[in-house]
Nanobody, 124 residues
Framework: QVQLVESGGGLVQAGGSLRLSCAAS????????MGWFRQAPGKERDFVAS????????YYADSVKGRFTISRDNAKNTVYLRMNSLKPEDTAVYYC?????????????????WGQGTQVTVSS
């Protein structure tokens, strides 16, 4: 089992940047593919980005491609989401998630463990 704790959310103006962190504890972090999801009020939890266990491959939702960057540091048991050029529509609770599946999932159902989420609010 792995425990995930997100941090780094907050209030930012449109065009600004934030970096989210997700610290993991428990089983070997490098055993997990990692993903970021977000959920706005009244909406479903949507895929944002994912990264393979080694960090060699990354995947993004079209809505964030070119603006967000997912990365991981297996020595620090941490995954990051760098968010640039933020827009009001990026406002949501952001969750990190861990998956034991060999193929990196891009749906919430493919992830086994979740953090508690961190709020990101982008003002116009």
């Amino acid at each position: 089992q792995v425990q995930l704790v997100e941090s780094g959310g907050g209030l930012v103006q449109a065009g600004g940047s934030l970096r989210l962190s997700c610290a993991a504890s428990g089983r070997t972090f490098s055993s997990y593919s990692m993903g970021w999801f977000r959920q706005a009020p009244g909406k479903e939890r949507d895929f944002v980005a994912s990264i393979t266990r080694s960090g060699s491959y990354t995947y993004y939702a079209d809505s964030v491609k070119g603006r967000f960057t997912i990365s991981r540091d297996n020595a620090k048991n941490t995954v990051y989401l760098r968010m640039n050029s933020l827009k009001p529509e990026d406002t949501a609770v952001y969750y990190c998630a861990a998956s034991l599946r060999i193929v990196v999932p891009n749906t919430a159902a493919g992830y086994d463990y979740w953090g508690q989420g961190t709020q990101v609010t982008v003002s116009s």
